[in-house]
């Protein structure tokens, strides 16, 4: 799996939209950018994932460059629970059954 | 419906004696993974289970830890013996094999040896 690399924490405000970056510079082509989050004391949870376009669901969106080094992740309209480690993953698609590298993940505090 | 299921929640023991951890994954899910999770950094996998074969065990260090998913379904995590090195949160994972999809996690085992 490539080498991701991101920002090892971040503040937001309360309301605001969070913007999580990560660098991906090696991924190859089969490789799929992931996102997780882990909240205190819980499992990680997945947030969504992109091979080349912008995906959208409920959660977040994901923004993936034409050359895709690089990503990131919106937050819309952080609110307090959104305060998580959040985990950037490049991986072959989940249904090879590979594995998730996890690296130190971005750890994000949204203030009030 | 459930969630992947894990128990203990929490479990001390002391040092050389053995642990089991616990976990029913999602029905239906043919794919089973146990993670490692040492304070303050991320997961790491132990093995992963397609159905009940281990398709990639290679960091289980197989000295001390063992792992059974009889049947493809719940699976058990043991460790024998412990190590005061092995206090970290056991995380049990599992996803559909087919198909691009996500993987679901339980809340995990605290293991502390003292």
């Known amino acids: 799996d490539a080498k991701t690399t991101q920002p090892t924490s971040m503040d937001c405000a309360e309301g605001r939209a969070a913007n999580l970056p990560c660098n991906h510079s090696?991924?190859?082509?089969?490789?799929?950018v992931y996102w997780y989050r882990q909240i205190h004391s819980q499992g990680p949870q997945y947030i969504i994932h992109g091979l080349k376009n912008n995906e959208t669901n409920e959660m977040a969106s994901l923004i993936i460059t034409e050359d895709r080094k690089s990503s990131t992740l919106i937050l819309p309209h952080a609110t307090l629970r959104d305060t998580a480690v959040y985990y950037c993953?490049?991986?072959?698609?989940?249904?090879?059954?590979?594995?998730?590298?996890f690296g130190g993940g971005t750890r994000v505090l949204v203030k009030p | 419906e459930a969630g992947v299921v894990q128990s203990p929640r929490y479990k001390i023991i002391e040092k050389k004696q053995p642990v089991a951890f616990w976990c029913n994954p999602i029905s239906g899910h043919n794919t089973l993974y146990w993670y490692l999770q040492n304070l303050g950094q991320g997961p790491e996998l132990l093995i992963r289970?397609?159905?009940?074969?281990?398709?990639?065990d290679s960091q289980l260090p197989k000295d001390r830890f063992s792992a059974e998913r009889l049947k493809g379904v719940d699976s058990t995590l043991k460790i024998q013996p412990a190590e005061l090195g092995d206090s970290a949160v056991y995380l049990c994972?599992?996803?559909?094999?087919?198909?691009?999809?996500?993987?679901?996690f339980g809340q995990g085992t605290r293991l502390t040896v003292v």
């Open positions: 090696t991924i190859s082509g089969n490789e799929y």
């Open positions: 289970y397609e159905n009940e074969e281990a398709v990639d």
């Open positions: 993953i490049a991986a072959p698609s989940q249904a090879a059954g590979n594995k998730l590298t």
């Open positions: 994972a599992s996803s559909f094999s087919g198909g691009n999809t996500e993987a679901f």
